[in-house]
């Protein structure tokens, strides 16, 4: 698993490193979420959210335990009420006495500061949307906020928030600050309007309160349905946060992305373009699927960008007339084959013409130079030929040979 190279603020080095093929992540502060660290240089985590009902410990362990084990590293539950909120004592018992103690965050909203000082007795990380917090009944014949007005909720925003920093801080728990696009408060409405401005000014306000507090155990996001939002966001609190001396960790994600095949490309759309600036520490992609189809988009878009090592990186080319066998069957051969091992590259070229070149990062490669036979490389260099109906099997042995083969 990588550590990368790390600057202040991503744009900082463009010039000089206009040709460096590696991720510059930008410096954040380490926030402790349980045993699992966001932020200050570690790989980026990777979070989802359980749909059951908290109340159903049962149900709601099982649910966490599989998005654990199929490589979620923090979970999200919601806890719309108190007793939801009181459950999660029982749910984190159960964990750590039928598995082990995985590391979750409670969503909160409307209200919610007595739910959060429960949550915050149980669980490792509450998460906060500033725009529901601390409810502003809708005036429908407003047609604007004056300045003592905003000041006044303001006041009344921290002295509802001090009773649950004070208790994380105490307690050596994190907070998220999660912003999103459609809830922002009406006052924010009225001042910044529906913008990536008024996201960034409705975080800022309750990360003043939470210094103020000497509390700085946060994370912050800035979600959007709409990706360009999404991204305009995020790239601004990364430059507010830069000019104000801030380090905090950004949670990334693209709420409401929807399911399928679209939802996939959305999400990794939003999520991807602020990776490959160097912005973000913790993602998680939102789907309208079960929770576990999320993991695997997370770790593809980690392991496209050189970010973490989870899996094989297959390099194949698209084929043409020139392929001397079927690739797209072979390619399914030697992925079923040899998916099981972590970290290793392997690519399946159709011919010569892409073959040692376009391959030449890969550690193993799977070439058809002349009907019939598969040439096997150790990177650059060729092995053996072997007859095409043995290519798989010679493989895998050759993998075995070099001491990197591990049984499923």
Known sequence: MQTLPMLTHPYAAFNQLEYDTTIRRCKTRPVKVGNVTIGGGHP?????????????????????RHLHEIGCEIVRVTVPSMAHAKALEGIKQELRQTYEDV?????????????ALEVAKHIEKVRINPGLYVFEKPNSKRTEYTQSEFEEIGEKIGETLKPLIISLRDQGKAMRIGVNHGSLAERILFTYGDTPEGMVESALEFVRIC????????????????????????????????????????HLGVTEAGDGEYGRIKSTA??????????GDTIRVSLTESPEK??????SILQALGLRKTMVE?????????????????????????????????????????GPGEMADADYGYVGKTPGYISLYRRREEIKKVPE??????????????GLWVDP
């Open 270 to 279: 939003g999520i991807a373009t602020l990776l490959a600036d160097g912005i």
């Open 103 to 115: 590391p979750i965050v409670a969503d909160v909203h409307h209200n919610g500061m007595k739910i």
């Open 294 to 299: 999320e993991i695997p988009v997370c770790y």
């Open 389 to 402: 109906d043995d290519g798989v099997e010679e493989l895998i042995s050759l993998i075995k040979a070099d």
């Open 211 to 250: 210094e103020y507090l000497d509390f700085r155990n946060l994370v912050i996001s800035m979600k959007a349905s709409r990706v360009p939002v999404m991204i305009a966001a995020y790239r601004l609190i990364s430059k507010r946060m830069n000019e104000l001396g801030m380090d905090y960790p950004l």
């Open 44 to 64: 980026v985590v990777v979070q989802s959210m359980i749909n059951e009902d908290t109340l159903n410990i049962e149900g709601s362990v099982n649910a966490i």
């Open 314 to 354: 297959y390099t194949a080319c698209p084929s043409c007339g020139r392929t001397l066998f079927n690739l797209e069957k072979v390619l399914h051969q030697v992925r079923e084959a040899t998916k099981h091992l972590t970290g290793l590259d392997i690519a399946v070229m159709g011919c010569i013409v892409n």
